[in-house]
Nanobody, 123 residues
């Protein structure tokens, strides 16, 4: 089992930057893919980015490619999402997820989820 706790979400102006963190505990192995998803009011949860703990593979949604960077610190079992050039449409609750899935997997393929952290981008 894996427990995930997100942090770092806050109010930021358009064009600004934030770094989200996801601390994982429990039986976390390199075989687990770690992903970031987001959900805005009235919308379905959507994929943002994912990274493999082994192999260094990453994958990004087209909407964030070039602006967001996912990374990991294996010593701390922590995954980060660096978000630059934020836009109002990035406003959502951001969730960290873990699963024995490929980096391109959708939300239905992940087994463990954090409670989310709110990111609000004002225009």
């Amino acid at each position: 089992q894996v427990q995930l706790v997100e942090s770092g979400g806050e109010l930021v102006q358009a064009g600004g930057s934030l770094r989200l963190s996801c601390a994982a505990s429990g039986r976390t192995f390199s075989r687990y893919t770690m992903g970031w998803f987001r959900q805005a009011p009235g919308k379905e949860r959507e994929f943002v980015a994912a990274i493999s703990w082994s192999g260094g593979s990453t994958y990004y949604a087209d909407s964030v490619k070039g602006r967001f960077t996912i990374s990991r610190d294996n010593a701390k079992n922590t995954v980060y999402l660096q978000m630059n050039s934020l836009k109002p449409e990035d406003t959502a609750v951001y969730y960290c997820a873990a699963g024995r899935v490929a980096t391109r997997g959708g939300p239905n393929e992940y087994d463990y989820w954090g409670q989310g952290t709110q990111v609000t981008v004002s225009s």
